[in-house]
């Protein structure tokens, strides 16, 4: 689930620019001929494994579909670069928060920084023991929160910042771009309306609406060894530009499971809770929303962990009769 917890962050919908003051190693030649053999069989059975670029068609409409990564990344200047055609032709393109949406979240929560507080009189340090505490509060002192500061915020949202390496800490306020706003970029200056594929507050209220004990899990299992969340996001990173998600889930699943601090059975738990949550569940909802746009040639662009698997976005676009076909990245 660490790198589970980073993953779905870092392919979901929040944008970490992690660049080059991270140096971690794909973790991906270090798995034996065994943990390769299991992963080769998942992937088999998985629908739609491989490609970042998707066209579906049905009835004369046509939605061209990419799979972004929302992080910075100098390769990904190209990739914006190749998908702009499509874009600039487009009717509307859908992601998953528009830079309006984006705006008025940002304002929201500078007016009411108590979204993203815990209740009343508690902290963390009440709702966990010392010994783990002590964990946080040193992988905040990394990051440069102030453990009193850290002690206050709700627990998912902590979790954000510490599945980011501390490495790239540094670099989050230096507006990074990820591939997301490179393509919304392309949309604005050829005036093609971007729409959002759910309400900004989708994400807060998943989180927000479990309890504070069950947040706290979640929180320790982003917490990896020295040095491995940074392998964790490389191997994340070469996985997308390998467009090779559904290996690449499954070998984040693999390591993640031997390397938490936290029982494996609870790993797995955690793991399937929250991917049916952040995504099985979104990924339905957007079905209806992508039915309801105007327009016969629509362009989307969204976390690439939301394309593969039997509930993918892919899957679900087949089983509303859209026919698939994969294009060049």
Sequence with gaps: ???RIAAIFLWI????PLAAACAGEDLRRQLDAEVRAEIARAVAETPYAEGNRWRAARDGRVIDILGTLHLDDPRLDAVAEAFRPTVENADMLLVEMSPEDEAALTRSLAEDPGQLLLSGAQTLPGLMDERDWNRVASEMRKRGIPPPMGARMQPWYLSLQLAIPACAAETLAAGGRGLDHRVTAIAADAGVPVRSLEDPQTLFALFSDEPPERQVRLM???LLPQGRGEDMFATLVESYFDEAHAAGWEVS?????ESVDLPEAEVKALYDDLHDEMLVARNKAWIDIIE????DRLAMAFGAAHLFGREGVLALLEREGYALSRQAF
């Design 292 to 295: 309801a746009a105007p327009g």
């Design 13 to 16: 919908g929040f944008a970490t």
């Design 220 to 222: 320790l299992a982003s």
């Design 1 to 3: 689930m660490p790198g």
């Design 253 to 257: 699943r693999h390591l993640a499971i």
